[in-house]
């Protein structure tokens, strides 16, 4: 399966791989497939390491078509979409190797992640083309047209499953990553969480240090508040709320306006990330000074 993280843009993007993100069309199992004469096509199968072979046909729309057995690797993934769409996040989660993380969430706390899923249930279609199964002993191989992250187009996309016990678990993360979910627990989604709010917050803060360099550069010399910048398009306007940053920001200028200190600290200790940061601008050198450190949410001293 193509593991493709997304930039540190929001919770969604660090989590979800390349898999989750498909704009699909009809559900079908089919695989090696050619046309024959009277428009059927042949799909094989791979099971247990042996071949066979099943009959396809084409419906009104041009898409493979075959029946999809319950309790498949395909039926899995079919199912796992159709989860997400229907915004039960906890049943989709508890459908990969990553259930460890939501086996013990309360409802409290799933809906605290509810928002971080929902960009990904908008993404998903009420319908899902799967082009391939293949299974051998307890591992499966899905292919669906998933698009490129990238560019949007359509791509074929292999998606891997393994059987433990009766069921089949899609595979959305490394084996690293299922073993941080496994000795986490329910804490593993929080713990992600932090980490990419506290990469975001040093991200904004490298932004505020460019910011000032662009302002100080058109206006001799002098920095600007953090209401300035974002009017004149320097910095984003959600600079200005933890929403979606999981930080809080603030700026005070000194020395006539010749040095500035931003801080960010987390919106809630301990949720939305640990790491409060400070950064220093005087105009005496190219590069501002960034420090971050544990200050139990509150913001560092200058």
Known sequence: MSKKVFSAKSFLQIFVLGLFVAFVNNCAVAAKNTDDAA??????????GQEKSTTVTKNSTGKS??????????????????????????????MTNLHHAVDGLSEEE???????????????PAELEINGEIISNNLATVTAKL?????GQLELTKIELRRE?????????????EELARKEGKNYFFVLKMDIHQTEAQIMMERIAKAQTIYAAQNGGVFADM??????????????????????????LGGGNKKYFANAVPDVYGKTGKLSFLLEGDGTD?????????????PLKK
């Open 39 to 48: 428009g059927e096509k042949s799909a094989v199968q791979t099971v247990a």
């Open 65 to 94: 078509k075959i029946q999809i057995a319950s309790g498949s690797p395909a039926d899995t993934v079919r199912v796992f979409y159709r989860n997400l769409r229907e915004r039960r996040f906890r049943e989709a989660m508890l």
């Open 110 to 124: 799933m809906k605290a992640l509810n928002g971080d899923f929902e960009p990904l249930a908008q993404q998903v």
């Open 147 to 151: 698009p490129n992250t990238d560019t």
């Open 165 to 177: 016990k009766e069921a089949w678990l899609i595979l959305t993360a490394d084996a690293q990553a």
């Open 227 to 252: 209401a300035t910048l974002v009017s004149k398009n320097l910095l984003p306007e959600d600079i200005n709320t933890p929403k979606s940053t999981g930080y809080r920001y603030s700026m005070t």
């Open 286 to 298: 190219q590069k501002a000074r960034l420090k971050s450190d544990d200050n139990k949410g509150q």
